[in-house]
């Protein structure tokens, strides 16, 4: 504690002797003003950006002053009070070393007042103790005697070419000081709790934003299970919607989701330190509490209709969702196990709605969320920005006294150990075709429909299936060659052959294909069928390697290279992009927190990651027999019929063998019921 103390007495005195009182209180009316306007520019640019753009324009023409920039922002100037009388008294008042008291607790009783009667070292301050409270407790004060602070410093501040007695200073290495940048900080792992934190150290925001995961098997396991928790959420949501309403009007934002078939995923953004625990217990007492206000709500008839009324609709309009988005949704309802498709969850709510009272469904919702509250719940959770490692001690302990933890007889199982793990589709899958043989397989297409009946247009999106993206040699391979044929795609696709106007290339390595990494050629044409820009994009990929990727010189090579680090490259713009990719990384179960770093430093490794090795790389994943690839294609109303066989597994009738591979089906879960079908292990 003397070394706390000297530099304490350090700060004082530089502040004492400072020129001039008044600069200090110019740096401090500056600074709470720019602090006020950053919270709430910040808070309001993410929730309606046009509106506060619109606004700022608006106020500029039309006033002289800096005042435009508060009434744009609907903020009242704040009133800077700074009395440097008053400053220069308190300061004067705390350089007084009788003024400071120091309390310790002590579990030795050999101790007695000599242990406790120290020089402090940096200004000779004699510090007297006197013990206070049976053995334990120590007081010590400063000897009346001890003149105040008259120190000249040579330096206004403390660097590492200081040389204060007993200050040990440590130098942080570059790479030291990157990972304090990027990783944030595991500051509770049990088997069932586990928590991470990171401090906000690059954008110098008053914010906090919170993310919680409560995992519970039971929640997904089944689409009425599904149903269930969105109905739970909703009704959450519901009931406090007049907190809810107050919270975003100040500039907050809340929002409650199932999280990627794992379990609730809470979060909190823009809000500060000091409402952070109201605003958490307030939260977490409508989600846990829902079935009181159930109870209580004399129009729970209406409320239940209106809220599946409301269910029905948000998931009938992705029926209507741009062909190229229902294609995504067919890719994971293929290979997601579980997963629910829009129609599937419409189905369910349909027969609620048929077939059950207001008072059968009120029961069994009731009973679903007892039982999950009964099971347990596992919590994973992330506090980013403006806090304490100690203020999130306090936050988890709150949280673990509102919802109940799951117990494990075996403890020593780590937190990830315990998670109910989802699988995704492989697609070598070995099938009987046409009842003549079984030979393994590994190119596929699904042929399904276009929901929107007044969209005319067609879409195939060409998947090429590789590992999980752990594998971050691989990863950072499947980015290059995204980034080599992006453009190459369009010129002839788009350009070219004129197929449709969308023709893109991109990869796919997040979540939202359970971190398996995808290579996905995407046409949507308005006046071809999606077979014939299925049979022209198998073209494109030959064509690429042979006029592309075969005659690519070393700089060219180069340039794309330094094209995909730009664009894995974050950069973000606030703390909220940097939340989201923390909590991206946390809710796969991967903690890829240097991903970046990671796949720049293969990237640029010269050994794996050459021009002849990406040849290789691309006959062996996209070329060749044992290639996995998935077609998509959806068909609009006014294009070809499919084919007769719905529903059965048929190779396709083609001349050309690459063509001739693939072997369609129709039905989204076909291949995962087939006896042969193998799954990754994802999260």
Request: contains cysteine; proline residues 2%.
């Amino acid at each position: 504690y003397t070394q706390i103390i000297g530099v304490f007495y350090e700060y004082m005195a530089l502040l004492l002797q400072s020129s001039s009182l008044s600069e200090i209180a110019l740096f401090y009316r500056q600074q709470q003003c720019m602090q006020q306007l950053r919270f709430k520019f910040y808070s309001l640019i993410q929730q309606r950006p046009y509106d506060i753009v619109s606004a700022i324009a608006r106020r500029m023409q039309s006033r002289d002053t800096p005042d435009w920039l508060y009434t744009a922002l609907n903020v009242i100037p704040p009133r800077c009070v700074y009395d440097a009388e008053l400053m220069q008294r308190l300061l004067q008042f705390m350089s007084q070393p009788e003024h400071v008291v120091i309390y310790k607790l002590s579990s030795n009783t050999g101790d007695d007042a000599s242990s406790y009667a120290r020089m402090e070292p940096f200004f000779g301050i004699e510090f007297n103790a006197t013990r206070i409270s049976g053995d334990t407790l120590w007081q010590s004060s400063a000897s009346s005697s001890t003149a105040p602070l008259r120190v000249s410093l040579n330096n206004s501040f403390i660097d590492a070419q200081c040389n204060l007695s007993g200050v040990q200073l440590i130098q942080l290495s570059e790479a030291q000081k990157q990972s304090f940048l990027v990783v944030p900080m595991l500051v509770t792992d049990t088997s069932n709790v586990r928590v991470w934190y990171k401090p906000d150290v690059a954008f110098s925001s008053p914010e906090v934003n919170v993310n919680l995961l409560l995992i519970s098997p039971l929640l997904y396991s089944e689409v009425s299970h599904a149903t269930w928790t969105e109905l739970w959420l909703r009704l959450v949501a519901y009931y406090a919607s007049q907190w809810y309403a107050f919270a975003e009007h100040a500039g907050y934002a809340f929002k409650l989701s199932p999280a990627q078939a794992q379990g609730i995923q809470v979060e909190i953004s823009g809000v500060n330190r000091q409402y952070l625990q109201a605003f958490m217990r307030q939260m977490l007492h409508y989600l846990m509490q829902v079935s009181d206000y159930i109870l209580r709500d004399a129009e729970i008839a209406q409320t239940i209709a209106t809220q599946l009324s409301a269910m029905y609709d948000a998931h009938a309009q992705y029926e209507y969702d741009w062909v190229w988005h229902q294609s995504s949704y067919k890719l994971y309802d293929i290979t997601q196990r579980p997963y629910y498709s829009h129609r599937s969850l419409l189905d369910t709510i349909a027969q609620l709605q048929r077939r059950y009272s207001i008072a059968e469904i009120v029961q069994n919702l009731n009973t679903f969320i007892a039982d999950i509250q009964a099971n347990g719940l596992q919590l994973e959770a992330l506090f980013h920005g403006n806090l304490y490692a100690a203020d999130v001690e306090l936050f988890v302990t709150e949280i673990e006294q509102q919802i109940n933890i799951r117990s494990d007889d075996d403890d020593d199982n780590d937190f990830v150990s315990n998670i109910e793990q989802r699988r995704h589709l492989n697609l070598e899958i070995a099938a009987a075709v046409n009842d003549s043989s079984t030979r393994m397989h590994h190119k596929w297409i699904y042929r399904g429909w276009n929901g929107n009946t007044d969209d005319i247009n067609d879409v195939t999106a060409f998947n090429v299936q590789f590992s999980s993206n752990a594998d971050h040699l691989q990863t950072s391979q499947v980015l290059l060659l995204a980034q080599m044929m992006q453009n190459e795609a369009f010129n002839v696709l788009r350009t070219q052959e004129a197929l449709g106007y969308v023709a893109s290339a991109f990869s796919r390595t997040d979540q939202r294909t359970n971190d398996i990494n995808y290579l996905e050629i995407l046409v949507v044409s308005g006046h071809y069928p999606a077979q014939y820009l299925h049979e022209r994009i198998v073209n494109f990929t030959h064509y690429f390697y042979d006029a592309f990727l075969s005659s690519m010189q070393q700089s060219s090579f180069e340039s794309y290279i330094n094209a995909t680090i730009s664009a894995i490259d974050p950069n973000y713009l606030s703390l909220s992009e940097e939340t989201d990719f923390l909590w991206q990384q946390i809710t796969n179960h991967q903690y890829f927190f240097n991903r970046t770093q990671e796949l720049k430093h293969w990237l640029l490794s010269k050994e794996e990651v050459t021009l002849s090795g990406m040849k290789q790389f691309y006959m062996q994943h996209v070329l060749s027999e044992q290639s996995k690839c998935l077609s998509v294609q959806l068909y609009s109303n006014r294009s070809m019929e499919l084919q007769s066989d719905v529903g059965k597994l048929s190779t396709s009738h083609d001349d050309d063998d690459d063509i001739a591979n693939f072997v369609a089906f129709n039905d989204t879960k076909e291949l995962q019921l087939l006896s042969t079908a193998s799954f990754f292990n994802v999260y």
